[in-house]
Antibody, heavy 122, light 112 residues
Framework: EVQLVESGGGLVQPGGSLRLSCVAS????????MSWVRQAPGKGLEWVSY????????YYADSVKGRFTISRDNARNSLYLQMNSLRAEDTAVYYC???????????????WGQGTLVTVSS | QSALTQPASVSGSPGQSITISCTGT??????????VSWYQQHPGKAPKLMIF???NRPSGVSNRFSGSKSGNTASLTISGLQAEDEADYYC???????????FGGGTKLTVL
């Protein structure tokens, strides 16, 4: 069974930093690209960042570019999101999600974690 | 990229069919690649992939869910509505040139 478990969320002051983690199990983590997607309270989904299976390709949404850094450790089956210079508008539940394989659902995020809440407030 | 446009809410009675639309542009939904997906999200839960590549269902998803696309508008149809279908539904389009995803604003489905 595919499982994605996020952690690291919490309350942080504006301008502060936080590092989110996502531990994967039930599939060959090193063979799949991953993404972070966030959802502000009562709002819709917003794609945040993408990293390929070998970390060779990385993309960010304009709203977080220059402040957030995505990374992964395939030996630890783990995905990370380093968030710096946090703003109130970054308050959201952050989900890690697996991109579908090249053979099925390559343009989709086929499995999602339960999310971790990040609150940016003084 | 701007968010895709979905109706804020739709409703239907058990057993009926409903359709949720998702309108984008020729750069996303209407693009050459058929990378339109639909996600279901129950309150407090993670999104679940229901449709990928416009009209394909992942293993385990009921065949009551179907997807289609015409021009810049994609649609999700749920037939034989059941109480458990009450949830928020999001469409999404993948852009290969920048490996990014754009989502619709979400549609709240109420089963009367």
């Amino acid at each position: 069974e595919v499982q994605l478990v996020e952690s690291g969320g919490g309350l942080v002051q504006p301008g502060g930093s936080l590092r989110l983690s996502c531990v994967a199990s039930g599939f060959a983590f090193s063979s799949f690209s991953m993404s972070w997607v966030r959802q502000a309270p009562g709002k819709g989904l917003e794609w945040v960042s993408y990293i390929s299976s070998t970390s060779s390709t990385i993309y960010y949404a304009d709203s977080v570019k220059g402040r957030f850094t995505i990374s992964r450790d395939n030996a630890r089956n783990s995905l990370y999101l380093q968030m710096n210079s946090l703003r109130a508008e970054d308050t959201a539940v952050y989900y890690c999600a697996r991109r579908g394989s090249l053979y099925e659902a390559a343009g989709s995020l086929d499995y999602w974690g339960q999310g971790t809440l990040v609150t940016v407030s003084s | 990229q701007s968010a895709l446009t979905q109706p804020a809410s739709v409703s239907g009675s058990p057993g009926q069919s409903i359709t949720i639309s998702c309108t984008g542009t020729s750069s996303d939904v209407g693009g050459a690649y058929k990378y339109v997906s639909w996600y279901q999200q129950h309150p407090g839960k993670a999104p679940k992939l229901m449709i990928f590549d416009v009209s394909n269902r992942p293993s385990g998803v009921s065949n009551r869910f179907s997807g289609s696309k015409s021009g810049n508008t994609a649609s999700l149809t749920i037939s034989g509505l059941q109480a458990e279908d009450e949830a928020d539904y999001y469409c999404s389009s993948y852009t290969s040139s920048s490996t990014s995803w754009v989502f619709g604003g979400g549609t709240k489905l109420t089963v009367l």
